[in-house]
C-alpha cells in the first residue's frame, strides 16, 4: 500500500488564482520522497491539504488507504508536520515544550525522553529553544515532529537558513527517521540535498506536477548529448522552465 495517495488535487485562492491543478502523487511507505519546485509552485498548499491543515477543492488525498477529509481525526494522528524558519516560546525549555506537545496529543511522557536522546537534546533537555542556534532549534522541531510516531512525517524546508554543518546533521537525523520505518516527504530549494536524501522525486511547477521518478530517471530525462551528465539542478531548470512556458503560451 501507498503510504500517501493524492489523486487529482486542485485548489484556488479566489479567482484565477490556481494554486494546484489536477495533481497525481504517490510515496511508498518508508521512503523519503521529494517535492521539489520553483516558489509558488503550490509545494506548501499541497502539503497543508495533505495533512489536512487545507481542504481541497476537488481530489482526495489517502493516508495509507485512510481519506484525509473523512477522517481527518485518524489521519492527523499519523502524520506530523516540520517547517524550517518557525518560531519558539520564549523562556521554556526544550523538555518543558516537548511534555506540552506530548500532552497535546495524548502522546505517553516517556515519549518526551525517547525523542530527546533520538534527535541529540538529552544533554540540552533543560535549555531554553529560543537561545539555540538555527540547527539546534531544527533538531527541536524534529524532535517535535515525532512526538506522536507519525507514520508520515511531512518536512517543508527543514534545513533553510541552516549553515552546511548543521543542515548535514539534520540531513543524517532525516535518514535514521526514515530507516526506523518512517515515511517522509521532504521539500527542498537544495538540489544536493533532494539528490543524497530521496529515493523518489516529484517536480511541481504552476500547481502541476511536471515529472517523478527517481533522481537518476530524472536526469534520462534531460540528458542530451549536448548534456551528457546533466545534473539534478539541470532536469529542474529544464523541466519546470519549460513548464512554466507552455503555462504561459
Ligand atoms: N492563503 C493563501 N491565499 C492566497 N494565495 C495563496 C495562499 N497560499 C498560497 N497562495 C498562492 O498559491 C500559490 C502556491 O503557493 P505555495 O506557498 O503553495 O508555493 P510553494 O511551492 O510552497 O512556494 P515556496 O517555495 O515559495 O514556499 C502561490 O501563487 C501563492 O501565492
Same mark, same amino acid.
Given at each position: #500500500? ?36 520553483p516558489n ?7 502539503i497543508a491539504? #495533505? *495533512? ?25 494522528? #499519523? ?32 515519549? *518526551?525522553?525517547? *525523542? ?35 507514520? *508520515? ?7 533553510v537558513g ?28 537544495? #538540489? ?58
Amino acid at each position: #500500500m501507498d503510504a500517501v495517495l493524492v489523486k487529482q488535487v486542485t485548489k484556488a485562492f479566489g479567482p484565477g488564482r490556481q494554486a494546484l491543478a489536477g495533481v497525481d502523487l504517490a510515496i511508498r511507505e518508508g521512503e523519503i520522497h521529494g517535492l521539489l519546485g520553483p516558489n509558488g509552485a503550490g509545494k506548501t498548499t499541497l502539503i497543508a491539504i #495533505m *495533512v489536512g491543515l487545507t481542504e481541497a477543492d476537488a481530489g482526495s488525498v489517502e493516508i495509507f488507504g485512510l481519506d484525509v477529509r473523512r477522517e481527518l481525526p485518524r489521519v492527523q494522528r #499519523m502524520v506530523n508536520l516540520v517547517r524550517g524558519f518557525s518560531g519558539v516560546l520564549e523562556k521554556v525549555t526544550a523538555r518543558e515544550l516537548l511534555i506540552y506537545y506530548a500532552l497535546l496529543y495524548g502522546a505517553p511522557l516517556g515519549r *518526551v525522553e525517547e *525523542v530527546l536522546r533520538r534527535t541529540g537534546l538529552w544533554a540540552r533537555r533543560d535549555e531554553e529553544v529560543a537561545s539555540f542556534s538555527s540547527g539546534w532549534r531544527q533538531r527541536f522541531f524534529l524532535a517535535k515532529g515525532l512526538i506522536n510516531r507519525p507514520r *508520515v512525517l511531512f518536512l517543508d524546508e527543514p534545513t533553510v537558513g541552516l549553515d552546511l554543518d548543521a543542515a548535514l546533521a539534520v540531513r543524517d537525523l532525516i535518514r535514521d527517521i526514515a530507516r526506523e520505518g518512517c515515511t517522509i516527504l521532504l521539500t527542498t530549494h537544495y #538540489m544536493r540535498e533532494a539528490e543524497d536524501l530521496c529515493a523518489g522525486i516529484d517536480l511541481i511547477a504552476g500547481g502541476r506536477i511536471v515529472a517523478g521518478g527517481s533522481p537518476q530517471a530524472l536526469k534520462d530525462l534531460v540528458r542530451t548529448p549536448d548534456l551528457p551528465e546533466p545534473t539534478l539542478e539541470d532536469v529542474f531548470l529544464a523541466l519546470t522552465r519549460e513548464s512554466l512556458e507552455v503555462a504561459d503560451a
